[in-house]
Structures are given as C-alpha cells and as structure tokens.
C-alpha cells in the first residue's frame, strides 16, 4: 500500500521569494516519486521524478526535489517565484510504473505580486 | 508530435445513464492509464492497458470498464452512472511500460463528466 500527503492545500508566497511545497509518502517498497502542475482546465505536466539515482532531482521551470528516505519526505522548491507558477501541484507515488501512482490531494501555489 | 486527445471535453449526463469517454493516445504510445480526478482532490487510478490489455486496476466498481484498440487509443465506460463518478477523467499514454519510473505519462485535458 502506498499513499501521499501533501501538506497545506494553499500556499502564498510572494513573486521572487522561496516556494516550499511540502510531500510526504508511505511505501512500503522503494518508490518511485513525481511532481506534476496542473494549470486550469488542464492536464498534469511532470515537473521531475524520483527513479532511485540521485537523491537531489531537478526538474523543469527551475523547480528540484529531495528525496529524504529518512523523513520519508519529497519536498519540492524554487528558489525564486514567478506569477507563472500559480497553479496547482501534485505530488505522486508508484511502486511499479508512473501509470499507476497514487497521488495526493494537491496544494495550491498563489503568487502576489 | 501530437499529444493525448480526450473526447468529449465536458458532458452531462442523468443519473443512471452511461457514458464512454475516449482517449486517443500520443503517437508512438502503447500504454494508456485513465484516471478520476473529483473536484478538490488529486487523480485516482482507474486502471491501465497495455497493448490491448488490462495491466492493473484501481479501487473501482465493475461498472468502470475500458478497452484498447490496436492503434492504442482507448475508451472509458461507465455504466448505471451515480452523481458521485461527476469528475474530471484524465488519460495519460506512454510508449513503454516497464516496472520502472524512469519514463514519462503525458496526459489529456481531460473530460469533465457532470452527473445530475
């Protein structure tokens, strides 16, 4: 079994400050990890995976992930934020292929100008 | 290339009734995944086929069937459908399915289904 809880469904941060969108699984076997964005009325675009190599992925847009085995944790972050990251993010997790990931209940990024 | 086109994008439909939904597959693409995304949540798994076959299912009734065809584009069928299955269906392709996350899905838009 395996599940993902994203911590805070909403998140404010201001153009250029730091964005933290927080992600920790359950899984009982080695995951793999993913983030997507989801824009209105669309679909879900892979921002970056964990596939076992490196623990420090990045990604597109200029996000990057950790994956913290310890914490079981798989936080995402952007050192500086643009308006165009408004939206929403998912994070994800399989144990067997990314077709078949279980995926959390998602956080809304909202960026101030 | 082109990418995963879903049909309809919205419908309504009564209590009851059944829907199908389809989903052509991006070029090159043997493995499609459909998903059910109600409204405030993350996608959950429906089921996944791999070359015409089903390799996988979620937690889903009976009544949520699908097929593959053999130029990889897919359908989704609900049947007896319930206000609850009112969500956001999204389907996503790729061109390998190996036991590793180490490739990508691309997804549709999506149909949005209303049940009333």
């Known amino acids: 079994a395996q599940s993902v809880t994203q911590l805070g469904s909403h998140v404010s941060v201001s153009e250029g400050a730091l964005v933290l969108l927080r992600c920790n699984y359950s899984?009982?076997?080695?995951?793999?990890l993913f983030w997507y964005v989801q824009y209105p009325n669309q679909g879900l675009q892979l921002l970056l995976k964990?596939?076992?190599?490196?623990?420090l992925v990045k990604g597109i847009n200029g996000f990057e992930a950790e994956f913290k085995k310890s914490e079981t944790s798989f936080h995402l972050t952007k050192p500086s934020a643009h308006m165009s990251d408004a939206a929403e993010y998912f994070c994800?997790?399989?144990?067997?292929?990314?077709?078949?990931?279980?995926f959390g209940d998602g956080t809304t990024l909202t960026v101030k100008p | 290339e082109t990418g995963v086109t879903q049909s309809p994008t919205h419908l309504i439909k009564t209590r009851g009734q059944q829907v199908t939904l389809r989903c052509s597959s991006q070029?090159?693409?043997?493995?499609v995944s459909w998903y059910q995304q109600a409204l405030g949540q993350g996608p959950q798994f429906i089921f996944q086929?791999?070359?015409?076959?089903?390799?996988g299912r979620g937690n889903f009734p009976p009544r949520f069937s699908g097929l593959q065809f053999p130029n990889y584009s897919s359908e989704l069928n609900v049947n007896a459908l319930e206000l609850d299955d009112s969500a956001l269906y999204l389907c996503?392709?790729?061109?390998?399915?190996?036991?590793?996350?180490?490739?990508?899905?691309?997804f549709g838009s999506g149909t949005r289904l209303t049940v009333v």
């Open positions: 086929y791999y070359r015409e076959e089903e390799n």
């Open positions: 070029s090159g693409h043997n493995t």
């Open positions: 994800a997790v399989s144990s067997t292929n990314a077709g078949k990931s279980t």
């Open positions: 899984s009982s076997v080695p995951p793999y």
């Open positions: 964990y596939t076992s190599a490196a623990t």
């Open positions: 996503a392709s790729s061109s390998e399915l190996r036991d590793k996350g180490d490739y990508g899905y691309t």
